[in-house]
């Protein structure tokens, strides 16, 4: 492990693999926490499924190299209920950095979260931190009322809308239209475009903040390059006015709540069953044990 971490210091894409790996599959994950942080800007990218999520983080992570920055990207796909295996594509979408060395993608299965993120994902962004990657990019299974955890794990949200997708109705979905920071309307060409557009407007008014609309299309890059000044706004902003700082202690926070919970799932799963109560009860006696 001593080895895997030197390694990872000193910006070896194949440590850092295999300490994901690690994580991903063991429950003692304490080195974790004396890992040193780069400070890198961690940005969540969110939206219904056929937004082109997939498209415009390959369209961001164009235009982050261009200006020489790193990235480390963590794509998320659905994990089946039966088998927990998912369908790892967001790879196959981004394959034209695959021999960058500036760039690391790493795919995970959403796992059993509700959330829509895997159980593990805190960890592995502390793992790319410390690797020293300018930027990390999440990018969710999609948005849904449940799926809102995103906020949890990112210093800036980005919430992908578009066009003939149903988003009009996402629009009046509790929860989900508070989470972003930045609003993309992509496929901004297709018809449609310019009502989703005033409609979102119309949603954002009642707001106290005064949150930006991005119209792009992913797939020709037209519009990125104001998405990613966008984004180093957003974070000049939090910075200044101490938002970064209350993220990073809100990530913390679900951190610790994630390892505690998978700790009472682990134990309730050792156990036999009697009642409710008596496996509450000797639940919450492992948990006192721990400590």
Do not use: W
Not at 79 to 88: I, K, R
Not at 243 to 271: D, F, P, W, Y
């Amino acid at each position: 492990m001593k080895e895997l971490i030197e390694k990872l210091k000193q910006k070896d894409q194949k440590a850092l693999a295999k300490l994901i790996t690690y994580v991903e599959n063991n429950e003692d994950t304490s080195f974790i926490e004396e890992l040193p942080s780069s400070g890198s800007k961690i940005i969540g990218i969110t939206g219904s499924p056929g937004a082109g999520k997939s498209s415009l983080v390959d369209a961001i992570i164009t235009k982050l190299r261009e200006t020489g920055k790193t990235v480390g990207i963590i794509a998320i796909d659905p994990s089946s209920p039966f088998t927990g295996g998912a369908f790892l594509g967001d790879r196959i979408r981004m394959k034209k950095h695959f021999l960058d060395d500036g760039v690391f993608i790493r795919s995970m299965g959403s796992g059993n979260s509700l959330g829509g993120l895997n159980e593990s994902i805190f960890d592995v962004i502390k793992l790319m931190d410390a690797f020293g990657f300018d930027y990390i990019l999440i990018e969710t299974v999609g948005a849904g009322q449940s799926e809102i955890d995103i906020v949890f794990a990112s210093d800036v949200v980005i919430l992908v809308l578009s066009p003939g997708n149903g988003d009009e109705i996402q629009l009046l979905k509790a929860g989900i239209m508070e989470i972003g920071d930045i609003y993309v309307i992509n496929k901004a060409d297709l018809d449609g475009a310019n009502s989703l557009k005033v409609q979102l407007e119309y949603t954002l008014s009642f707001s106290n903040v005064k949150k930006p609309i991005i119209e792009t299309i992913a797939t020709s890059g037209v519009g990125v390059e104001k998405l990613v000044e966008s984004i180093n706004d957003c974070f000049n902003n939090f910075s200044k006015n101490g938002e970064l700082k209350k993220r990073l202690n809100r990530r913390i926070k679900k951190h610790a709540e994630t390892i505690v919970l998978k700790k009472v799932k682990h134990i309730i799963n050792s156990k036999e069953t009697k009642s409710v109560s008596s496996l509450v009860e000797e639940t919450i006696k492992s948990l006192c044990n721990m400590v």
